[in-house]
């Protein structure tokens, strides 16, 4: 079955630690992208790439980092310069265009102790 | 940039209710536009889309039509059931070849009850 995958669901950081959250795709999508969701908030973009090597910030990417080395996957570093990360994180891809359908992952929920 | 406002909830109907989530967008030019949801716990599926003006995109009984004089993309369902409890997002797209991410309202929690 093609789909997303992230890991792990759930998330436990202690404050100060850097932490790598998971995102792989197989349906051969060019973009990708990663999303906050916090209550009451909707969903806000932190990172997107539209190919591999290739990565772009989206409107709230200060304290975190990815890397996209192989089209399939899109890892997500939440690192200890993010003042407040506790949130339920949300990894997407699609073929690449602006009309194209976002398919999104299941989640990972992220919480710092 | 692209912004969205709709209704954000809780709305709370009884089942076989008629629903309407409305959603109004500001985008350059005419975008696709998206309806998805959420179930607790889990990420955002795509409910339906329209890619151009008139476009009605439907699924699972939920209807919405592209109305591009004012700038609407309004949610509808005749009968509601207690299993569409969830939450549901309006994300206009972005033009041109840019993949550069959805705009998400805040959603709009609904509460079916039996």
């Known amino acids: 079955d093609g789909g997303i995958t992230q890991s792990p669901k759930y998330l436990f950081r202690k404050e100060g630690q850097n932490v790598t959250l998971s995102c792989e795709q197989n349906?051969?999508?060019?973009?990708m992208y990663w999303y906050r969701q916090d209550p009451g908030q909707g969903l806000r973009l932190i990172y997107y790439s539209q190919i591999v090597n290739d990565f772009q910030k989206g409107d709230i990417a200060e304290g975190y980092s990815v890397s996209r080395e192989k089209k399939e996957s899109f890892p997500l570093t939440v690192t200890s310069a993010q003042k407040n990360p506790t949130a339920f994180y949300l990894c997407a891809s699609s073929m690449g265009g602006g009309r194209d359908t976002q398919y999104f992952g299941p989640g990972t929920r992220l919480t710092v102790l | 940039g692209n912004s969205v406002t709709q209704m954000e909830g809780p709305v709370t109907l009884s089942e076989e209710a008629f629903l309407t989530i409305n959603c109004t967008y500001t985008?350059?030019?005419?975008?696709?536009l998206f309806w998805y949801v959420q179930y607790p716990g889990e990420g955002l599926q795509l409910l339906l889309k329209a890619t151009k003006a008139d476009d009605k995109g439907s699924n699972k009984g939920f209807e919405a039509t592209y109305r591009k004089e004012t700038t609407s993309f309004h949610l509808e369902k005749g009968s509601v059931q207690v299993s569409d409890s969830a939450v549901y997002f309006c994300a206009p797209g972005k033009l041109g070849g840019g993949a550069d991410g959805l705009t998400f309202g805040k959603g709009t929690h609904l509460i079916i009850q039996p």
């Open positions: 985008a350059t030019g005419y975008p696709s």
């Open positions: 349906l051969n999508h060019d973009a």
